[in-house]
């Protein structure tokens, strides 16, 4: 099993660097939206911005900033250090924290706890990068109904069933999420224990939408956010999971196309010179290349409307024999099946022949259990 990914870059180079209060407090650039005249504590984020916020408001929203505040005497984690008495510098004469996060993520969650965004839900506008975020400082600084109210948005991406795969494909639409946010996608999820063995299908599909990165971005990551740049990177072990799935998943693309390529054996017309075979020579050789485009490169293997593109050559070509479309069209039905049977094999999360489990029912038992806590 992978380890949990690193954390984002902390600003550990300006203590490094800065010689003076002076040149340090003039480094950073402050928010406007979230520097208030009486604050009483400034956060530092990367890269170099800072926000002046109060003690009270934190510590009423976050378990972490709670604990932390109840000792005055305690001096706060990544405070500078060192013999120049770093420790004593303030931002117009508030204590500094440097947090180790990304400045987006703390901007989502001071604009949850200074109730600029108040719920999570529709028509509220909620995307991916909105929620990613609020789950990773919810569940690093201890906000939990945070974290119970993101959690759905994330579980609903991930179909349950072949038959849910256009469901949750439209859930994603929604969330305005691509496919570079495939590797931020897996990291999420493995903070909130939903990556592993223990949920094999979630796993295997987390995985799946990373074979639609390219390979230069699977093997060295992508950037997260402009506004701190950090980036997300798969594991290793996720690494080969991953590029072993794309080679697996294109190779049954194009075994898909193929047999696109000519009639079937049920054909009635089929010879030389029969309709079907002109037909396919002219029509479906020249679907092909972007048939495998979608097949394999953009995720569209388990799309059930690419059968529906299939029964719409009857429309666009009467002439076809009708066993030979429905022929095409059972196979890949069958072949969409099977991927989507064997997809935790194939993603390496699960060996061939070992006994599932029903992840499904535990997440839900699970959140019911948590809304009833934090409620």
């Not at 299908?201 to 950037?223: A, N, P, R, V, Y």
Request: proline share 6%.
């Amino acid at each position: 099993m992978s380890t949990q990914p690193s954390p984002p870059c902390s600003p550990e180079p300006i203590s490094n660097i800065m010689e003076t209060a002076e040149t340090f407090a003039s480094s950073m650039k402050k928010t406007s939206q979230f520097w208030f005249f009486d604050g009483n504590i400034v956060l530092l984020t990367w890269p170099n911005i800072v926000f002046r916020v109060h003690k009270g408001v934190l510590a009423l929203h976050s378990e972490f900033f709670r604990n932390m505040f109840q000792d005055s005497s305690e001096v706060p984690p990544h405070v500078p250090h060192s013999p120049n008495d770093r420790s004593s510098w303030r931002i117009e004469g508030c204590p500094i924290i440097c947090l180790p996060d990304g400045t987006s993520d703390i901007w989502e969650l001071l604009r949850v706890v200074y109730g600029q965004r108040r719920e999570l839900k529709y028509p509220v506008d909620v995307s991916f990068e909105t929620v990613a975020a609020l789950i990773r400082v919810g569940d690093k600084y201890g906000v939990h109904r945070l974290v119970a109210e993101c959690k759905p948005h994330l579980v609903h991406m991930v179909p349950r069933t072949l038959d849910d795969y256009a469901r949750a494909s439209s859930h994603r639409f929604s969330l305005l999420y691509c496919p570079h946010y495939a590797i931020e996608a897996v990291n999420v999820f493995r903070l909130l224990d939903m990556f592993g063995p223990q949920a094999p299908h979630i796993t295997s599909f987390l995985l799946f939408l990373c074979t639609q990165l390219d390979e230069k971005k699977i093997c060295t990551g992508t950037i997260r956010s402009i506004m701190d740049l950090t980036v997300d990177r798969l594991s290793d072990e996720d690494k080969e999971r991953v590029l072993a799935l794309k080679r697996e998943l294109k190779r049954r693309g194009e075994q898909a196309v193929a047999a696109l390529q000519e009639p079937s054996a049920e054909c009635r017309q089929r010879g030389d010179l029969s309709m079907c075979t002109l037909v396919y020579e002219r029509l479906i050789l020249y679907m092909s290349e972007s048939y495998i485009m979608e097949l394999c490169e953009h995720g569209g293997l388990f799309r059930r409307d690419i059968v529906q593109d299939i029964y719409a050559l009857m429309d666009s070509a009467p002439w076809l024999c009708v066993r030979c479309v429905q022929s095409k069209a059972g196979a890949l039905v069958a072949l969409q099946e099977e991927t989507w049977r064997l997809l935790p094999v194939l993603a390496g999360v699960l060996k061939e022949g070992e006994v599932e489990v029903d992840e499904w029912e535990r997440w839900d038992e699970e959140a019911d259990e948590e809304k009833r806590r934090i409620w």
